[in-house]
């Protein structure tokens, strides 16, 4: 199995009735043309996936997850908007991105990566 302790994660948190999520599919397309290589670019159907997220819930769609296998940069909503989408990632894989200390986002990072890795 590949190491993935270095890997950035990207997870788009969406819901299969949304039609705001439809409109990321372009975005998440062209991020991933765009990224680092050591990227992996992830959908998380809130419905379908709802073991990930434990008790955390998710009002806004699309959320968007950034982080690598120790700490999360990114979790919040995001429109789908390709400048700012490559300048969050941007400014993550620069380092100028600070990291936040929730537990629960950052408990629910491991979950995620567990369940895409394992």
Known sequence: MPDTSSRLLVACFCAAWCRTCDDY???????KAQCVENADLVWVDIEDQADVLDTIDVDNFPTLLISDAEHVYF????????????????????GDMPATDAPDILALNQRLRTTLFN
């Not at 599919?25 to 991020?31: A, E, K, M, N, R």
């Not at 390709?82 to 990632?89: E, F, G």
């Open 75 to 94: 979790w919040g909503p995001l429109l789908p908007h390709l400048a700012t989408a490559s300048q969050l990632v941007g400014r993550v894989v620069s």
């Open 25 to 31: 599919t372009h975005v998440f397309d062209t991020l």
